[in-house]
């Protein structure tokens, strides 16, 4: 996939063969529901749409609509809650550490050690296997030890000419959000218990260090400063 | 739990949808057909109880306790309740999941997860409803595939593409 030689959507670029962004399934949305408008997800599934039964991994948590809208689409889904995998990972740590005997090798490692030690267990597929990942703003709330790992793994995970998308928020978020596709441009903002505070603000020269391994990148800055980052492998 | 919503009747007929029906179910089933299907006996394995085996038979299944092994119950229902925990790959017509399950799942008409699920592990079906709430770590593929063929041909090109989400086989270097 060639992010610069594609043809905007919508523009006269359909003779290249690439599938044109169809609209999703219909989601029932509340009125209070708390919707965004996303350019990244836009620009994301026109990035993926060259790939007709491609492999998409939800690194949020599994919902209906964002299931359906993918598999409708002829998209396989995978999903891996990854921050309430790594919630539940910690706290299995600490249970360990508590309940080791006196005197036996109890000394706290580092994040990085726990990164290493997670990704024994997380993210265990195949390299290559994903043509998109969908990454939300899960970064933001991993010691800034863990992130780069993390981002080693996914970028493994991900075939090359993929595209991944993530959120970076621009001050420390004062709510927890999950994010679940409505339709080809709009996300639902979903406010749920705190799984974990946020960790850090990334600067934009530290987002571009994370997805180092990648061939280029975009970014969007929403009215609440939200950055959309699509970054091409 | 397993909420219903008005746009979907829980009526026999929504599980006989055309192929040119959604792929994916947008809502839940009728909660009271997955507890007292129409037709067949429903075995139960009650909360308590712990099996070890493998399971095949026409027989519609309600578990509540815990299972181990291989559930293959291709023109039959599955039902995991809210204190069930199955270790098991599960193939069945329908597979409906509030508790806890561990292994591939494959339905021949459609799956269902809950909001109290815990499900690890990969999910083939024609169709899928999720309710908010439920945990689902491992891979969605929906095939448009008749329940006859799907008894008739287990093993077609799409199985060989499933990804096991849980095998250790990633290389870090």
């Known amino acids: 996939m060639n992010w610069m030689a594609k043809n905007r959507p919508g523009a006269a670029g359909a003779a290249t063969g690439a599938a044109p962004i169809k609209p999703g399934p219909a989601v029932s949305i509340g009125p209070s529901a708390n919707l965004r408008i996303s350019n990244g997800l836009k620009e994301f599934l026109w990035l993926i749409s060259d790939v007709p039964h491609g492999r998409i991994l939800d690194l949020g948590p599994v919902w209906q609509s964002t299931v359906s809208f993918f598999v409708e689409k002829g998209y396989r889904v995978s999903t891996e ?81 993929g595209a991944m998308l993530a959120l970076f928020h621009s001050r420390p978020t004062e709510r927890f959000h999950r994010y679940r596709v409505v339709d080809s441009q709009t996300l639902e903002l979903i406010a749920a ?24 990148s975009k970014t969007f800055v929403g009215r609440d400063q939200v950055r959309e980052g699509l970054f091409l492998k | 739990m397993w909420s219903k ?53 026409n027989s519609d299944l309600y578990i509540d306790g815990e299972v181990l092994g291989k559930i293959r119950l291709g023109n039959a229902r599955v039902t995991v309740g809210p204190n069930g925990k199955v270790q098991a790959d599960i193939e069945a017509r329908e597979i409906f999941v509030d508790g806890t399950v561990q292994g591939n799942l494959k339905a021949g008409e459609r799956a269902h997860f809950g909001a109290t699920s815990r499900v690890t592990g990969s999910v083939l079906t024609p169709r899928i409803g999720i309710d ?29 593409e499933v990804l096991q989400p849980v095998a250790a086989s990633v290389k870090v270097e």
Not at chain 1, 96 to 113: I, K, L, N, W
Request: proline content about 9%; cysteine-free; aromatic content about 8%.
């Open chain 2, 5 to 57: 919503t008005p746009e979907v009747k829980p009526s026999s007929q929504s599980y006989n949808q055309p192929a040119s029906a959604p792929l994916v179910s947008p809502s839940a089933p009728a909660r009271e057909s997955a507890a007292t299907p129409a037709g067949g006996a429903t075995s139960k394995i009650s909360s308590g109880l712990k099996i070890n085996g493998e399971f095949s038979g």
């Open chain 1, 81 to 161: 809650d990854l921050l309430r995998v790594w919630k539940d990972f910690l706290t299995d740590e600490e249970e360990g550490f508590r309940a080791a005997p006196v005197g036996a090798d109890t000394q706290r490692v580092s994040p990085a050690v726990l990164a290493d030690k997670f990704l024994e267990t997380a993210l265990q597929y195949p390299e290559r296997s994903f043509h998109g990942v969908l990454a939300w703003d899960l970064l933001d709330y991993f010691d800034p030890e863990v992130a780069p790992r993390l981002m080693e793994r996914l970028s493994l995970l991900l075939h090359p000419g």
């Open chain 1, 193 to 216: 218990p705190t799984l974990a505070v946020h960790s850090h603000v990334f600067q934009n020269r530290e987002i571009l260090g994370l997805f180092g391994e990648f061939r280029s």
């Open chain 2, 132 to 160: 908010d709430g439920a945990r689902l770590r491992g891979k969605v593929e929906t095939v448009r595939t008749s329940p006859a063929r799907e008894s008739a041909a287990p093993a077609n090109e799409q199985d060989s």
